[in-house]
């Protein structure tokens, strides 16, 4: 009897099928800001995909051209609304380096500190997105949840919950408050305990771990040369840190480990940023102690010259999302000649093709949620 | 591509000696702690980028920034070591009639998206590059706004 139908594959193999371009975005539940993906199926399958980005561009770099020094610092927190500390606390290093000044100890400790958290809050972000992506709202509301108390800390140590306006050229804009050490313990205490909670909401779901485990593989070579970066980068086993490696102000005076795993996947990526926020909890506990060492009437700031010497200067740092820089050209006025910025999502989008190539469409939204996409810095 | 011995992550000394002696055109200006900072003429870029990349095992290229100084204009190229942390700086010089420098796509994937920017941004051609058209900006734009010739309102 079977012999008379014509067998399966042979019909797939004689059907021609055409491959189609799915246009996703700008407006999409897995965008988290406007960009489109356009990506080509062949069926179910991703052969080719190409992001648009473009649709926030505000020229920044041109603006900060208009401005003198310290009227870039509350444009840099708008960058990226997630990870405004580190961005400020990048351009302040990078207009500091020009200047060739070193600033004290105690401001070193607290713009750590200011950047664990921010990184805290950043990551927590990116958790209550994945969550929502992989269809578990919980984990949006208990991440969100324990984002409130950091931003809370915000509040307490510069005022503002999200554009913090609080790293200077030459130092922080104010000490530490009182009781602000107290706080930050118990708050990062709190945090290590809760946390287990939610990764126990992620990893214990196996339809959130077969969403991502084995997806989207990436090999180390191909990792570094498509340029992506930060905790994407060392899901694939790129052992590099600039914190670590290549440190700024004071992180190699503080002891702490790098998370990598060499598995590649989709997976990894997001244990790297767990494992990451378990880090930035330690990092604060030693800053906060080496503050507290340092004493009361510690220096936190110095006067810094208005105008720039003429040249050239770079600095680099981890943002939460990988390897941020800014490039600095000074003409000797008080305003830059030139102020370049390298978002590390500008790069990491950019190699979306290379990580959705022969995937489902169906994990598209979970391959490039690993991304953290934020428009603010990619589009500048 | 020629085979020399591939030396596992040089300092900044030897990155220096290296590309002065395999290069008599680069001109290194500058070395500090993780940095060496180099300037060079434009028809070697491609050549040194691809030494730097396979000799000097500089993996990342972190960005490309084009930079507008009226009467010519500049390439900046951050290139990254991951093994020791090491970071080159390159910079070439384009006469302000003639912007074209070739691509270094071929060599850093990652240099793509940095490259069609600088080229809608500044007008700078990256030669054999494989797609280079406009990003950020809409696809009519016929004027690269990022140059100094190009005057924001109210800044004069």
Redesign the interface.
Same mark, same amino acid.
């Given at each position: 009897m079977s012999d008379s139908l014509v067998p399966v594959k042979e019909i797939e193999e004689k059907m021609e099928t055409d491959k189609m371009w799915i246009i996703m975005g700008p407006q999409h539940p897995f965008s988290h800001g406007l960009w489109t993906l356009k990506i080509q199926v062949d069926g179910e399958i991703v052969t080719d995909a190409e992001p648009i980005?473009?649709y926030l561009?505000r020229?920044w770099?041109?603006?900060a051209e208009?401005r003198i020094y310290p009227k870039i610092i509350p444009m840099a927190d708008r960058l990226c609304y997630a990870a405004s500390m580190t961005y400020t606390h990048l351009y302040c290093m990078t207009v500091e380096k020009a200047l060739g000044i070193d600033i004290p100890e105690k401001a070193k400790y607290i713009r750590i500190v200011a950047d664990e958290v921010c990184r805290i809050n950043s990551h927590l972000m990116w958790l209550a997105a994945v969550g929502t992506d992989l269809g578990n709202l919980t984990v949006f509301l208990w991440a969100m949840r324990e984002r409130e108390y950091f931003l809370d800390l915000n509040v307490k140590l510069c005022g503002a919950r999200m554009t913090t306006n609080y790293p200077r050229i030459g130092g922080v804009r104010n000490d530490v408050t009182e009781l602000f050490d107290r706080d930050i313990l118990r708050t990062v205490d709190r945090f290590e305990k809760a946390m287990w909670d939610i990764i126990a909401l992620m990893d214990d779901s196996s339809i959130i771990v077969s969403r991502m485990k084995g997806v989207s593989y990436l090999t180390r070579?191909q990792c570094?040369?498509?340029?992506?970066?930060g905790p994407a980068m060392r899901g694939c086993g790129? +052992?590099?840190d600039?914190r670590r490696? +290549?440190p700024y102000d004071n992180y190699d005076k503080v002891d702490f480990e790098v998370p990598v795993l060499t598995e590649g996947d989709s997976y990894a990526r997001y244990m790297i940023r767990i494992e990451e926020m378990f880090q930035s909890c330690d990092i604060i506990r030693q800053a906060v102690q080496k503050i507290r060492a340092l004493g009361k009437n510690a220096p936190y700031r110095i006067k810094t010259p208005t105008k720039v010497p003429a040249g050239?200067a770079?600095m680099?740092m981890e943002d939460p999302r990988g390897?941020s820089?800014m490039?600095l050209?000074s003409d000797g006025t008080d305003k830059p000649?030139?102020l370049?910025v390298?978002s590390p999502i500008?790069?990491n989008v950019?190699?979306s093709k290379v990580m959705c190539q022969g995937c489902r469409i169906a994990d598209v939204p979970a391959i490039l949620a690993q991304i953290d996409m934020c428009l603010g810095e990619t589009?500048? | 591509m020629d085979t020399e011995a591939v030396y596992q992550s040089p300092s900044e000394e030897e990155v220096k000696t290296l590309l002065t002696e395999k290069f008599p055109e680069v001109e290194v200006t500058k070395t500090e702690a993780r940095r060496v900072y180099a300037k060079l003429p434009r028809e070697k870029v491609l050549e040194v980028c691809k030494y730097i990349q396979h000799n000097l095992t500089f993996e990342h290229c972190s960005t490309v920034i084009g930079v507008d100084y009226v009467d010519h204009m500049t390439v900046v190229y951050h290139l990254s070591n991951y093994y020791n942390g090491l970071m080159i700086e390159l910079s070439t010089d384009l006469p302000a009639d003639d912007l074209h420098v070739e691509s270094v796509t071929c060599v850093w994937e990652g240099a793509n998206w940095h490259e069609r920017e600088t080229y809608e941004l500044f007008g700078i051609i990256f030669d054999n590059h494989p797609k280079l058209e406009r990003l950020l900006t809409p696809k009519t734009y016929e004027f690269y706004p990022f140059r100094k010739s190009y005057k924001l309102r109210g800044s004069e």
């Open positions: 980005v473009g561009h020229g770099e041109k603006e208009n070579e570094a040369n498509i340029g992506m970066t790129v +052992d590099f600039i490696d +290549d050239s770079f680099r390897e820089l490039y050209v000649y030139r370049k390298r500008f790069t950019s190699t589009d500048r | -």
